[in-house]
């Protein structure tokens, strides 16, 4: 496993530039959606300050989420993912969400600590 403070180091990118693919602009939809494990996440927050339009640390329970599926493009979400410390961000059918987001109710999660 990479050191995870790397991801602190790493060069500054320039804003991926709008293709007009987008499926917001009527694009194609990937393949797959991305879907975050919240089990297993650590609430690091990486994901979310690399494609910042798809991931959010939801604030109670201080876990990453998708929040948007066409908010970044695929090559910034897969880059979010290479910098999860834990690996518990994926690739998933988009016929899997709703039976995910039923499965992640029915965990009952626990706040994670603050600081």
Request: hydrophobic content about 35%.
């Amino acid at each position: 496993m990479a050191d995870p403070s790397l991801a602190f180091s790493a060069p500054a990118t320039h804003p991926v530039q709008s293709t007009g693919r987008e499926p917001l602009l009527g694009g194609d939809l990937r393949d797959q959606a991305v879907w975050v494990d919240e089990a297993v996440c650590i609430g690091c927050r990486y994901c979310a300050h690399v494609a910042t339009n798809t991931f959010v640390v939801e604030p109670h329970l201080g876990r990453s989420r998708a929040i948007r599926q066409d908010g970044d493009s695929t090559e910034r979400i897969q880059e979010a993912i290479d910098t999860c410390p834990v690996d518990c961000i994926h690739w998933v059918p988009f016929e899997s969400l709703e039976a995910l987001k039923r499965d992640l109710v029915r965990q009952n999660l626990q706040a994670r600590p603050q600081g």
